[in-house]
């Protein structure tokens, strides 16, 4: 590739006409939105927050230089920090994998010659169109303790179900069970993916004498690692992220057990006017967030298998 | 990097089965989407025709002062579209009609200067945001021992000016409550109500059981609230004393003999003998109660307004507010319930009775310009003093007038059987100490500290130290700044 | 690997030889249970939202009568009526917005050749990965600078700016499987850039822009943390907003708690229905541009 642009390039040089040039202008001007969007948007904000988070701000006296301040509190100093890194990590360690594999597993069976496909494939998805904040006050009403769908459904088991959002030890699982409820989501994807895997390998493998196991597993699997891939990553920055639910449903309790990062930035920003603290709170959650993504791709990219292509018809 | 070329015509092969396919169907569809906004709009219209309200005097909600979210209602209670001032903060409940009378009787006084008074929910993080977008309202009612962290970060006007000016006696308020409003020798404010807090039981319910009169000290009532409580298994079905509910979380160290802070209100004053034998007495109670999961997955079943838990008797004794009275009156007048000083420690029974007070001040935020200010001041004068909208809200609302002269005032008096009560509690009435970080301190440190504790995550001797030494550094932070500002 | 779309898949199937055994129907079982403990949270808010108020407590799920009751106390209670216009504005601006401009942006990434196109196109998609909570404060900050707090602005603009690498990408994705020979006799005829983007491409690409305006509506309709952020005015608030006002004040009042909550998931549910082909299109798109 590179080779064959160096050569383009020479043979492009000496043809700067007045045409390439205003073909050059109306490019720029047809995605300048897109420029001026990110540029105001994303990449100054982020230079700025850099300064907030080196300062004391509360939005109506100007900025107050106190250096390296803010992140001495947040490392030394601030306990709920580290409370609210455990409370998400928890959450992300148990929301993102099982949703993951659940999600997977209901393509799976989605994948099968089922009658009224697209009729189940709806009902499977339909929580992942509910706006969050009337799927939250749904759940609200799910999860209480008396009268709540959950514990009376567990009570026909016969179990007493604990009191769910009310409980420190509950709470999280009953926000990771919620979350499991929008696998849909991630459903739709696996399920085109899979019916994107050309029928000759199966019946290639077939030939070969292979199990269904066996076809799972070399087959479906790899074909489908680099979906399942980009879901894990994409799960993995959206629930370091979770806001909307802990913010509705329990207000980060109780005693803390649902106080998630971006909840807690959230409200050293809007409710105690520390700008400067939320920007680094912000920057560390950034480099958090990186780290974790270049891991999960040092870690897992090797094994995600790239070779299709091939059986496009 | 071949496969990234494959990828891209994979989707390429996508997008143009998507536009074969959606060409071809693209007049179905539109007519689908057509269909699905014709119906929703006219199922919202007819919604709305079925059921918008008759009048705008359904509205709901404990008006409490005390706590953090006492929620209005988010509409405009009165005033036009082009009213001059914009008043954030109006209340609901019992606390709408008052002061929508009030508001529109001074509309129709002052054409020139017409306030439009708008409920705003979680008032104070959304001030704060307005007046940071520099669009802050014209006239607000806040909490006041919230008025210094305010007045510090520049949010409200000094009025200092404004009062000398026009002469105002600064000693018709409970001195309590106009000291409240003041920070370094300024007047940001002038109070509006004021509120304290006894011990309301339902006395149905006790003398059904041959209780003559309710319990005078801590340890009588852990017991009777033990006695009274009633649980179905694991469940409560009764609470008999709830030491943690109502609105009296930082009452009991004040109970005890304690103070807050200490030092000028730059150090926290709760890690010792006092502040551990109170959260261990608070604890017991939490305990026989069933622990603090029990008791929310209680309070979830209490209902609102007329069935509120203290007249169906779900509750039966707890500490709370003086406007709890406004509610009875409305809702509840059949209910025997009587109030009592709060319990406090053998020891301490003998310095007589204690109560807490708090309550709401009327401000003028800052960035708004001297002509809207100047009428702002008058409205707000009107509003705080004029003995109409005081008694209107202090007789409808139960919502005590923080003027001593119209608390005495016998229509306030003879408005409700506990006023009188109450009004007499004053002289004992503690208030929370000022310092910059009102908000914090309060509501994020010392209201929730117990909870530590009830939950098990920390003894009672760590919670106090842990909470204490969080104070020291939010205190050490909010003193910092307001010096340097 | 060959993307389905609803028609091809049909084709998939017919050519799957899956032996119909027992491991078959034990698999359709708990699909469709599976199915009912999805199901069951909706059909219970619906269930709730109809009981009349002394039931809402009771085991039975069933109403002994419906009744509309709470949806009439829901909006007694909160001005559902204002909130729905509002997020209906917002909305539609926003998707307006976002239609425009992604569609720009995209043409200019799929048919105008101009230095740099493709590590700048490469540079948007990896902006998709930029956790959003990072600018959440300092653009706040722009925003207050501009004045534009307690105004719908900081709720539109964005969307007039590109309104977010996955609109982009997914126009670009689909301008570049138009056929070439169309705009090139437009340029014979003298049309300009503008004009064949707006006269030709616009037209050809129904699909993918009903696609892109959906998903930016239901964007815009289930934004809660914008909202939150720059209204304060309740006069302004959207519909999610209102929904958590109501739940903070109304938190245990489960009958019209349930009908509010109803009638803010309701229209999305709808028109998921209603064109769920243009949802699983875009879906399956973002979800395999890995």
């Known amino acids: 590739m590179a080779a064959m642009s160096a050569d383009a390039a020479r043979k492009r040089r000496p043809r700067i006409t007045r045409r390439r040039v205003m073909e050059n202008v109306t490019g720029y001007l047809f995605i300048s939105p897109w420029i001026v969007g990110f540029l105001v948007f994303t990449a100054y904000p982020m230079l700025i927050s850099i300064y907030y988070s080196l300062t004391s701000y509360n939005v109506l006296r100007p900025p107050e230089w106190i250096g390296l301040e803010n992140y001495h509190e947040l490392f030394f100093e601030d306990d709920r920090f580290l409370t609210t890194l455990f409370n998400t990590a928890?959450?992300?360690?148990?929301?993102?994998?099982?949703?993951?594999?659940?999600?997977?597993?209901?393509?799976?069976?989605?994948?099968?010659?089922?009658?009224?496909?697209?009729?189940?494939?709806?009902?499977?998805?339909?929580?992942?169109?509910?706006?969050?904040?009337?799927?939250?006050?749904?759940?609200?009403?799910?999860?209480?303790?008396?009268?709540g769908l959950l514990n009376r459904a567990l009570a026909l088991v016969g179990i007493d179900g604990p009191g769910w959002l009310t409980s420190p030890a509950w709470s999280k699982p009953a926000l990771i069970i919620m979350s499991l409820w929008g696998v849909g989501g991630g459903m739709i994807i696996y399920l085109a993916g899979l019916q994107g895997i050309p029928q000759q390998l199966y019946e290639a493998a077939a030939v070969d004498g292979a199990n269904s196991w066996h076809k799972f597993w070399h087959i479906t699997i790899p074909m489908m690692s680099p979906v399942l891939f980009f879901n894990l990553i994409i799960g993995i920055i959206a629930s370091f992220q979770t806001f909307t639910q802990a913010y509705v449903m329990t207000g980060g309790g109780p005693v803390d057990s649902t106080m998630f990062y971006v909840l807690y930035l959230w409200l050293n920003a809007f409710d105690y006017f520390r700008m400067g603290y939320a920007s680094a709170m912000a920057w560390v959650l950034f480099i958090i967030i990186l780290v974790i993504t270049l891991l999960t791709f040092r870690v897992i990219a090797p094994r995600v298998y790239y070779e299709f292509g091939s059986e496009r018809g | 990097m071949s496969h990234e070329t494959d990828k891209q015509n994979e989707i390429y092969e996508l997008v143009r089965e998507m536009r074969r396919e959606g060409c071809r169907m693209t007049r179905r569809d539109v007519l689908r989407l057509g269909a699905f906004a014709g119906i929703s709009l006219a199922g919202i219209a007819s919604l709305v025709e079925a059921c918008a309200p008759a009048g705008g005097n359904q509205s709901s909600g404990v008006g409490s002062s005390g706590g953090k979210k006492s929620g209005p209602q988010p509409t405009k209670i009165a005033g036009g579209e082009n009213a001059l001032l914009t008043y954030w903060g109006a209340w609901g409940g019992t606390a709408l009609q008052p002061e929508k009378q009030s508001i529109e009787k001074w509309n129709k006084d002052h054409p020139d200067m017409q306030v439009k008074a708008l409920q705003i929910a979680d008032i104070d993080q959304k001030f704060l945001v307005a007046v940071a977008g520099r669009r802050p309202p014209d006239i607000i009612k806040l909490d006041r021992f919230m008025l210094p962290g305010y007045a510090l970060s520049g949010a409200i006007k000094d009025l200092t000016d404004r009062i000398n000016a026009d002469k105002i006696d600064v000693k018709q308020w409970f001195s309590a409550c106009m000291n409240e409003t003041k920070l370094n020798g300024k007047y940001y404010g002038l109070p509006w109500n004021t509120d304290d807090r006894g011990l309301w039981y339902n006395n149905e319910i006790l003398s059904k059981a041959g209780v003559k009169e309710p319990p005078k000290t801590t340890d009588e009532i852990l017991r009777m609230g033990k006695e009274f409580t009633q649980k179905k298994g694991k469940r409560l079905t009764r609470i008999g004393f709830d030491g943690y509910g109502g609105n009296w979380q930082i009452g009991w160290h004040w109970a005890w003999g304690g103070e807050w802070l200490k030092d000028n209100n730059r150090k926290a004053n709760w890690n010792n003998e006092i502040g551990e034998s109170w959260l261990s007495w608070l604890q017991e109670n939490r305990k026989y109660l069933g622990g603090p999961s029990t008791i929310d997955a209680f309070g979830k079943t209490f209902q609102g307004e007329s069935q509120g838990p203290y007249w169906t008797g779900q509750i039966v004794m707890v500490m709370d507010g003086s406007w709890v009275a406004g509610?009875?009156?409305?809702?509840?007048?059949?209910?025997?319930?009587?109030?009592?000083?709060a319990p406090r420690p053998q020891d301490m029974v003998d310095k007589g009775p204690i109560t807490w007070s708090g309550g709401f001040a009327f401000c003028i935020p800052e960035g708004i310009d001297d002509k809207k200010a100047d009428a702002a001041w008058e409205f707000i004068k009107y509003y705080c003093m004029d003995a109409d909208p005081v008694l209107a809200m202090a007789t409808q609302a139960g919502n005590m007038p923080a003027i001593e002269k119209l608390a005495r005032d016998d229509r306030y008096l003879s408005a409700n059987k506990f006023n009188k009560k109450f009004v007499d509690l004053m002289p004992h009435s503690r208030f929370r100490d000022l310092t910059p970080v009102g908000n914090e301190l309060w509501f994020d440190i010392i209201w929730p500290m117990p909870n530590d504790v009830f939950y098990g995550k920390k003894t009672v001797k760590q919670a106090l130290a842990d909470s204490e030494a969080k104070a020291n550094k939010v205190l050490d932070r909010g003193w910092k700044e307001a010096e340097r500002g | 690997m060959a993307v389905i779309t609803l028609r091809r898949k049909s084709r998939a199937r017919s050519a799957t030889v899956e032996p119909r055994g027992l491991g078959h129907y034990l698999a359709f079982l708990v699909l469709v249970l599976g199915a009912l403990v999805v199901m069951a949270p909706f059909a219970w808010l619906i269930l709730t939202s109809l009981k009349p108020e002394n039931e809402v407590l009771n085991l039975n799920p069933i109403p002994s009568h419906f009744?509309?009751?709470?949806?009439?106390?829901?909006?007694?209670?909160?001005?559902?009526?204002?909130?729905?216009?509002?997020?209906?504005?917002?909305?539609?601006?926003?998707?307006?917005?976002?239609?425009?401009?992604?569609?720009?942006?995209?043409?200019?990434?799929?048919?105008?050749?101009?230095?740099g196109r493709e590590p700048l196109f490469i540079f948007v998609l990896s902006t998709m990965m930029l956790p959003g909570a990072v600018t959440l404060v300092p653009v706040f900050i722009i925003w207050r600078n501009f004045n534009l707090i307690d105004t719908y602005w900081p709720l539109i603009v964005p969307a007039w700016l590109g309104g977010g690498p996955f609109y982009i990408f997914l126009m670009r994705q689909f301008f570049r499987t138009i056929p070439g020979e169309l705009e090139e006799s437009a340029r014979i005829d003298g049309a300009s850039t503008l004009r064949i983007w707006w006269q030709i491409m616009m037209p050809l690409s129904k699909p993918a822009v009903t696609t892109i305006a959906i998903f930016s509506f239901m964007e815009s309709w289930n934004d809660f943390i914008g909202p939150l952020i720059y209204l304060s005015d309740t006069s302004l608030f959207t519909l999610p907003l209102g929904l958590n006002q109501f739940v903070s004040q109304h938190g245990t009042e489960w009958g019209p708690l349930m009908a509010a909550s109803a009638m803010v998931a309701f229209p999305m549910i709808v028109l998921f229905l209603v064109a769920q082909r243009y949802f699983v299109q875009g879906i399956v798109l973002t979800g395999l541009k890995g």
């Open chain 3, 67 to 115: 009744t509309f009751q709470n949806y009439k106390d829901a909006f007694t209670l909160v001005p559902f009526l204002t909130f729905t216009r509002n997020s209906l504005f917002i909305a539609i601006i926003h998707m307006a917005g976002v239609v425009t401009t992604s569609s720009l942006v995209g043409y200019g990434f799929a048919r105008i050749r101009f230095w």
């Open chain 2, 327 to 341: 509610d009875w009156k409305k809702y509840a007048q059949k209910v025997d319930m009587g109030v009592a000083d």
């Open chain 1, 90 to 147: 928890y959450y992300v360690a148990f929301s993102v994998p099982l949703g993951l594999v659940l999600g997977f597993l209901v393509a799976l069976l989605l994948n099968q010659k089922i009658p009224f496909m697209p009729f189940w494939r709806t009902v499977y998805y339909l929580p992942a169109v509910t706006p969050i904040i009337a799927s939250s006050v749904l759940w609200i009403w799910v999860l209480e303790p008396n009268f």
